[in-house]
């Protein structure tokens, strides 16, 4: 049962242009989302949250658009950087310490 | 920056053998879990553990694995048994309370031979 999908395996992007990746969620109850970044080898990193009470939060470059009603978020990097090239996983809880389930990842190419 | 320990990085054992997955969480964190990767699958919950007792577990974490923290600072993943599937990435983390403070060790490579 795939709660967390990320229906794009990969994703390339030109430098300067704007990556959208995309993640879908099945499970009413979660409340907090996630988006992490991984390189090979290393563990996840965490990169941007946001509550179910709000519809976008921005950090930087980073910002992430939810959409409760259509159970569905995004993350926009703008603009994209070659060192943006990595795995990143969508990943939603029912919020506090609980689990936290992830999606299959989208492996982002920035090309120079 | 505090960090997630993890030893070792890689693990090589035959199958049947028991091992033992090493973690040192951040020191002030209070909640600490367990996740796997399958290589090319997603992360995927094993456990949590809080207050010196699991407090949640995944169909995955069976009667083959078990978790410990025997001192203050370590946190270890035991499989008793070890199979063939249980060859991936684990990972470590810990938490403060709330989900921004959930930090990742780097992870252990396990190979079941």
């Known amino acids: 049962d795939q709660q967390v999908k990320q229906n794009s395996p990969s994703l390339s992007v030109q430098e300067g242009r704007i990556s959208i990746l995309n993640c879908d969620y099945t499970?009413?109850?979660?409340?907090?989302f996630l988006w992490y970044k991984k390189y090979p080898a290393e563990g996840p990193t965490f990169l941007i949250s946001?509550?179910?009470?709000?519809d976008k939060n921005e950090d930087g470059r980073f910002t992430v658009f939810l959409n409760k009603s259509a159970k569905h978020l995004s993350l926009h990097i703008v603009p994209s950087q070659p060192g943006d090239s990595a795995v990143y996983f969508c990943?939603?809880?029912?919020?506090?310490?609980?689990?936290?389930?992830f999606g299959t990842g989208t492996k982002l190419q920035v090309i120079p | 920056e505090p960090e997630v320990t993890q030893t070792p990085s890689h693990q090589v054992t035959q199958m049947g053998q028991e091992v033992i997955l090493r973690c040192v969480p951040i020191?002030?964190?209070?909640?600490f879990y367990w996740y796997r990767q399958i290589l090319g699958q997603k992360v995927e919950f094993l456990v949590s553990?809080?207050?010196?007792?699991?407090?949640?577990k995944s169909e995955i974490f069976d009667d083959q694995f078990s978790v410990e923290r025997p001192d203050g600072s370590n946190f270890t993943l035991k499989i008793r048994s070890t199979k063939l599937e249980d060859s991936a990435m684990y990972f470590c983390?810990?938490?403060?309370?709330?989900?921004?403070?959930?930090?990742f060790g780097s992870g252990t490579r396990l190979t079941v031979v």
């Open positions: 499970n009413s109850m979660f409340d907090y």
């Open positions: 553990f809080y207050n010196n007792e699991i407090s949640e």
């Open positions: 990943a939603a809880s029912p919020g506090g310490y609980q689990k936290v389930t």
């Open positions: 946001i509550s179910s009470i709000k």
């Open positions: 983390a810990s938490s403060e309370v709330s989900l921004y403070g959930y930090t």
């Open positions: 020191s002030n964190h209070l909640y």
